[in-house]
Every structure is written in C-alpha cells, then in structure tokens.
C-alpha cells in the first residue's frame, strides 16, 4: 500500500467514525422521547407499579373527566386489580404539536390484552380492547416529558390509524 493510498485509507475510516459518532451522541428527537415516555408508562403498567407510573404524572395533572393525579392513580389500581395479566401494547404515536419543546399534544392509540385474552389469541381469536388517547405533556425541573392532562376513548379495530394497523399487524399476524 502506497503512502497515498495510505493516508487516503486512514482519513476515509476518519470519517466513518465521525459520522458514527455523531450519529450515536446526537441526541434523540423530542418524537422519540415523548415515544419513550409512552412506552415506559406501559411497562410500569404491565409490571403493575402504580407508584412507579404515577411518577411520570405531573403534581396538577387533570383528566377530562376531572380526576386529578391520585384519582388517576385510584382508577388504575382498580383496573389492574380486576384483570390479571394486563398487556399493553402502545401503538401509533402522533405527536400534533409540540410548542417551544415544553409542551406536546399527543395522540396515541393502545391496545389492552389480559388474562388469557393475551396468551390464547390465536386459539380463541379473542381481541384487544382499543383506545385512543389525547395527551397534554409538559416538560418537567429536569427537562422530561410528564402528563399534564388526558382525554381516552374506546374505539372499534376498523377506527385504528393505519400505523396503528401496521404494529398490530407486526404483533398478530393472524389478525
């Protein structure tokens, strides 16, 4: 190998690594981190930690319904308690505004399995139940997504958004 060749060889893999590390220290897109907040509050659902998801609820968080952060937390608890099992799978995630990166409107559609809805599917063909929910987020002191307010509906499978579809599709491909 030429001392040209060399060099050229040497500032190519430079480059590589550059980009490589710019790519891997970027930081992540707001998208990504209201995903994450999202995803995270259906693990600490699914582990049934109450005390644990009700961290990621701002202190005057408020539903459409008027129940404030311990209602919330109340009514959760009592869901968990009637259902064994609870699954959640976050779907399609739309964040419709996100203003000055400290405030986001989100919408975001979940699908909830328990029991042994969640492990018989295929066999019995039982379904989820689907929601779709409005989120108000703000961000926190330390600069993290909480729930300020939230708004949910039930909604039918054929209501779904079409990436909503899609993951469902990628989890059951039998639906």
Do not use: Q
Not at 26 to 45: F, Q, V, Y
């Amino acid at each position: 190998m030429t001392t040209g060749t060399r060099t050229a060889a040497v500032a190519f893999l430079a480059a590589v690594c550059v980009c490589l590390l710019a790519a891997a220290c970027s930081k992540p897109s707001e998208e990504s981190r209201i995903r994450a907040l999202l995803d995270e509050a259906a693990r600490r659902a699914e582990k049934r930690d109450v005390g644990a998801l009700m961290e990621l609820f701002l202190p005057e968080y408020a539903d459409v319904e008027g129940r404030d952060k311990a209602g919330t937390a109340r009514l959760i608890a009592d869901y968990l308690k009637r259902y064994r099992g609870v699954v959640v799978h976050v779907l399609g995630v739309h964040a419709e505004a996100i203003s000055g990166e400290i405030r986001a409107d989100v919408v975001c559609e979940v699908a909830l399995s328990h029991g042994a809805a969640e492990v018989l599917r295929k066999l019995i063909r039982v379904g989820s139940e689907y929601y779709r929910f409005r989120f108000e987020l703000h961000k926190d002191g330390a600069g993290e997504w909480r729930f300020l307010r939230a708004e949910w509906g039930s909604i039918g499978l054929p209501d779904l958004f079409p990436d909503s579809l899609d993951i469902l599709r990628k989890l059951f491909p039998d639906l």
